[in-house]
């Protein structure tokens, strides 16, 4: 999965560089969470409190100094009590009313692109909100758990399904779980866990993200 950001473990250490946001269809994500908090007339301590973010590595994501992964964002959101494709998605609006028989597509090739040191992150549906479970097309690029700062973990569940490559699952319960092309697993986000490929190409996985 992709990885926590150091901003999940508080500032007992500071990452070795940071990250710059990938945002192909310019969506500002230090600036929409800049935004939100000033709305809200939160503090930076405020923040820390809802969401378990410190304070000082939210103000970075802010000015864009450090990379948000997909758990950090889904921790501002629960936190925030606002949709997580909100927060990712170019469209800030979208479909918010959710009113019986609503759908979404997405075509290949789009959708709210999020990219980290580890994933390329692809949300899908993205304009679709006030639903639980949020569909994400990933390539995970890492080929080691140590090329996470810190292992991911939420109040979610999580399908995944491998597209293309080869994918190992590895969690602090079980054994490094390797999938391969049509393989799948459904599990427990609250245990800690991350991704990483194997073999010369990049597993390319489609997930499911649930909020419990």
């Excluded at 990250?19 to 969470?33: F, K, M, T, Y």
């Excluded at 809802?50 to 629960?78: C, D, W, Y």
């Excluded at 599990?187 to 499911?208: F, Q, R």
Aim: hydrophobic content about 35%.
């Amino acid at each position: 999965m992709p990885e926590l950001s150091w901003a999940e473990h508080g500032d007992t250490a500071e990452p070795p560089e940071p990250q710059r946001l990938d945002e192909p269809r310019g969506v500002d994500i230090g600036a929409r969470l800049l935004k939100l908090r000033k709305s809200r007339r939160l503090t930076l301590q405020d923040i820390s409190a809802l969401t378990g973010v410190s304070a000082s590595a939210f103000s970075k994501i802010e000015r864009n100094e450090l990379s948000p992964t997909i758990s950090t964002m889904q921790r501002i959101a629960h936190g925030l009590e606002v949709e997580l494709a909100t927060l990712l998605s170019a469209d800030e609006e979208g479909t918010g009313y959710a009113f019986s028989g609503r759908r979404s597509i997405s075509r290949a090739g789009s959708g709210s692109k999020h990219a980290t040191g580890t994933c390329n992150n692809v949300l899908l549906c993205a304009d679709l909100k006030n639903k639980r479970a949020t569909p994400i097309l990933t390539t995970v690029t890492a080929r080691s758990p140590e090329e996470y700062p810190a292992w991911a973990k939420s109040e979610a569940e999580i399908f995944v399904m491998v597209m293309e490559g080869t994918l190992v699952v590895h969690s602090r319960l079980y054994e490094p779980l390797e999938l391969n092309k049509g393989d799948s697993v459904y599990y427990d986000a609250t245990t800690e866990h991350t991704w990483t490929s194997k073999g010369p190409t990049n597993a390319v996985v489609l997930w499911v993200l649930v909020d419990l």
